[in-house]
């Protein structure tokens, strides 16, 4: 672990997740993470009974706001603060002492980064804007980002209309690859999916037309090819001066859905070209702060297509924990404090397993074998593996969540089979059948 007193611990930290997903692993991982370095963690997530509340590095937690706006975000924060103060009182010399507020998802990010000067100084921040957030956080801006700089991207089309959807597609090449710009703006429970892989033109007609119930544009991708060692990641930490010391990337073995999804089971893996892309990245955007990148490799020319730029801690972060337990979040927070970053240390071959997801990823794809080695030499190469639930330091989250996801399936059970059912119903009668024709001699004819 890092000397504790590295760390200005009287400085607690804020997580902020307004995404309303109690499967969210990221989330306990940087309550561990700081947590476990003497720092007080307090939430404001889905409701006070997710399973990431019953960690025992979480101070406390709040249900966010119904309404995820900015405005009332910035009130929420500020009275949390009030309450936090209250708790723990003045500091000796009367002062008050600011809160690291740490955004882990999208909308999130943008709501702070919006409110950023009416939060300063009481809370602290890396130096955003939403504008410079949008840019990479909206799909659509972030196609237009990558044709700019001359990054590669897949070949990306914006619809104006149905017939021109299905005509885009076609071009393309089926089946592609939708994506809504601005994913935060999907409805709850609406069954609309950030990304999905459309396979018909009639697929692509209905999702289009979905397009004022999703809140944003729809986008058409060209699908690259998965396979075995095709998609990367890289998380990294851009500090005020646009220093990256701590980033490194990492391999995605398994992801859930198949292919298209988050990461189920991780490992940290060098890879110079995809880390190289990255912070050329930050240097041309002068970003500041936590991000998380997915590549994926065109295996026709070997170049590694950026699909995602969050610009937040990814839920795999914890991943890239150092033999010291430095990770972009304490890295984050060491910054912003002003407390120097030490330098990160590579664990080549350490993985990172999500339980439930990799569980279904098994029981999808069995057969599925990740490469072998660590993609470096054999110095600082961990076999260690740390999973996103379980810790023997912490298990209440585990069980939690092990009720809740067989909850969530169950669930999802009964209303597949209601939908089956009434499908059935649906369906027309199907008529008699006529008699068999037969013969003058009462035999069948032959057919």
């Not at 996103?388 to 597949?416: E, I, K, Q, T, Y």
Request: net charge positive.
């Amino acid at each position: 672990m890092l000397r504790r007193q590295s760390f200005d611990t009287s400085v607690p930290t804020v997580l902020v997740r307004l995404d309303r997903n109690p499967f969210h692993h990221g989330t306990l991982g940087a309550a561990r993470s700081l947590g476990r370095a003497g720092i007080p963690v307090h939430a404001v997530i889905e409701s006070r009974t997710s399973p990431v509340a019953r960690s025992r590095y979480l101070r406390s937690a709040r249900a966010s706001p119904g309404e995820t706006s900015a405005t009332e975000l910035a009130a929420l924060l500020h009275r949390y603060a009030d309450e936090i103060e209250d708790e723990r009182g003045p500091a000796p010399d009367g002062s008050s002492t600011p809160l690291l507020v740490l955004a882990l998802d999208d909308v999130s990010a943008l709501g702070l980064a919006r409110h950023r000067a009416e939060l300063s100084p009481r809370f602290l921040l890396p130096e955003q804007t939403e504008e410079q957030l949008l840019r990479v956080a909206d799909k659509a801006a972030l196609a237009e980002t990558c044709a700019a700089l001359g990054l590669p991207h897949p070949r990306t089309e914006l619809p104006a209309g149905s017939d021109e959807a299905a005509a885009m597609a076609w071009s393309l090449g089926l089946p592609v690859v939708a994506k809504w710009s601005r994913p935060w703006l999907l409805p709850v429970g609406g069954g609309l999916r950030s990304t999905s892989i459309v396979r018909s033109l009639a697929e692509v007609r209905e999702l289009y037309a979905r397009s004022p119930e999703a809140g944003s544009r729809l986008l058409l991708q060209e699908l690259l090819p998965a396979g075995r060692d095709l998609d990367w990641f890289f998380h990294g930490y851009v500090d005020a001066d646009g220093g990256c010391t701590t980033g490194a990337t990492g391999r995605k073995e398994r992801s859930w859905p198949d292919g298209a999804g988050l990461t189920a089971v991780g490992r940290w893996t060098a890879n110079p070209a995809v880390e190289r892309t990255a912070r050329e990245l930050f240097d041309a955007l002068g970003f500041r702060g936590v991000c998380d990148l997915d590549f994926r490799m065109n295996r026709s020319t070997g170049a590694y297509h950026l699909l995602d730029f969050n610009p937040r801690p990814g839920a795999q972060f914890r991943l890239f924990a150092d033999a010291d337990g430095l990770d972009v979040v304490r890295a984050l927070h060491l910054d912003l404090t002003g407390r120097p970053v030490p330098p990160h240390s590579p664990a080549y071959g350490r993985r990172f397993v999500v339980e439930n997801y990799a569980a279904l990823s098994l029981l999808t794809s069995p057969r599925r074998r990740p490469a072998d080695g660590a993609g470096a030499g054999s110095e600082g190469v961990s076999r260690r593996t740390e999973y996103a639930w379980c810790a023997a330091d912490d298990p209440a989250p585990a069980f939690a969540m092990g009720l809740a996801w067989l909850g969530h399936l169950l669930r999802r059970a009964v209303a597949s089979a209601r939908r089956f059912l009434r499908s059935r119903r649906a369906r027309p009668p199907l008529p008699p059948a006529a008699p068999p024709a037969r013969s003058s001699s009462n035999q069948l004819t032959p057919r």
